[in-house]
T-cell receptor, first 112, second 114 residues
């Protein structure tokens, strides 16, 4: 248990569905991240939040919408996804932006 | 643009052997380098973090080295055990632009055979 909890662990959704991924950290960290891990590709940073403010959007399509209501919680709202969006979505946190990252177990997303 | 390469993509060794995993990066201007372990279908566990001013870090049977000028890092695992089987990922944090972004390699899938 790393102190970063992601739910759900698995999600199957159709292209017209709307769903949300949730991440919660109990470590008192100030920075939170969404990463995407596709088969046969390196991990890709999607978003960075620092003290609840978004500080990085790595050219992510608008069908992915992040939300950070406080420093402990991070959401990724999904709508009208494509099959190529199927991947493992990982949340991470760190004490400050430049410091060591702690990852959750991820949500395995399948888009049909 | 920073790129991180890990070779080999997969490695299989008998239990008890000492082994070295390799990571290379194209731009030596890095803030730090981090090694992670990932079990199948799971998140990443941080193993070691080396700051750019450091040459190595040790944790138990693991030792990571950093040669920034040549753009290389190695992860040494001593006396390997079946429980060490996992994918090992290397990531660098660029020093200048994009410092919030870790750049990952594709990983080395390690199998330790009993």
């Amino acid at each position: 248990e790393t102190g970063v909890t992601q739910t759900p662990r698995h999600l199957v959704m159709g292209m017209t569905n709307k769903k949300s991924l949730k991440c919660e950290q109990h470590l008192g960290h100030n920075a939170m991240y969404w990463y995407k891990q596709s088969a046969k590709k390196p991990l890709e940073l999607m978003f960075v939040y620092n003290f609840k403010e978004q500080t990085e959007n790595n050219s992510v399509p608008s069908r992915f919408s992040p939300e950070c209501p406080n420093s402990s919680h991070l959401f990724l709202h999904l709508h009208t996804l494509q099959p190529e969006d199927s991947a493992l979505y990982l949340c991470a946190s760190s004490p400050q932006v430049m410091e060591k990252l702690f990852f959750g177990s991820g949500t395995q997303l399948s888009v049909l | 643009k920073q790129e991180v390469t890990q070779i080999p993509a997969a490695l299989s060794v008998p239990e008890g052997e000492n082994l070295v995993l390799n990571c290379s990066f194209t731009d030596s201007a890095i803030y730090n380098l981090q090694w992670f372990r990932q079990d199948p279908g799971k998140g990443l566990t941080s193993l070691l973090l080396i700051q750019s001013s450091q040459r190595e870090q040790t944790s138990g049977r693991l030792n990571a080295s950093l040669d920034k000028s040549s753009g290389r890092s190695t992860l040494y695992i001593a006396a390997s055990q079946p429980g060490d089987s996992a994918t090992y990922l290397c990531a660098v944090r660029p020093l200048i632009q994009g410092a919030q972004k870790l750049v990952f390699g594709q990983g080395t899938r390690l199998t330790i055979n009993p």
